[in-house]
């Protein structure tokens, strides 16, 4: 017996610093810049070096595809006033039987030290659990990736326990190549009940509001 699922909106996602919308054309390039980035190398699974090619392909052919199939949703995540692409916030896996989803999130290099990811994510969360009604989003976050648990615990995560030897991450040796290692991943849910108190403590810490709309 298959599960009914729905297709994600095309959503346009603000907060005070940040829009999240879908993946254009037109980011191509700065996508393929920001990927090719030491930590997105080693902890995520894009191709490395990644080319204006890979940016296209997934623009135009699995973030539409992800998006209509119900599985997931691909955002672009861009500065309100420069406009510039700062990161990706990427849903998968979203199962609408048990309505629960992966989520998951990049920032570019230049736009590290920000709050971005959390501003990002946690607006993000909001909105599918009050305007999608999800009740469940998971994180995985490898073992050593500190920067990306941080962000997890800033928003209201739970950490639940250790999937070990689940993770295949990759180091770069001096000669420029990528070598496979294994690790474990931790994973994290939120909860819709999670985010209380949430909005307010992230801005307290960091002087902005974290209140979000969308359309």
Known sequence: MTTAHRMFPDIS???????????????????????????????????????EADAAKWISEYAPTERESGRGIDLAVTEFLTQRLVGIVQLAKTNWRVRSTEMSYIIAPWARGEGYAAEASLATAQWLFRDQRL?????????????????????GCISEGVLRGACIARTRGEDGTWTDFRTDYIVWSLLPEDLEGVTDQLAEASGYSAYSEWN
């Open 135 to 155: 009740e469940r989003i998971e994180l995985r976050t490898a073992a050593d990736n500190t920067a990306s648990q941080q962000v997890a615990q800033k928003i």
């Open 13 to 51: 996602i603000s907060t005070e610093r940040l829009v999240l919308r879908p993946l254009e054309d037109a980011d191509a390039p700065g996508l393929a810049e920001m990927m090719n980035d030491e930590m997105i190398g080693a902890w995520t699974a894009v191709p490395q070096p990644y080319g």
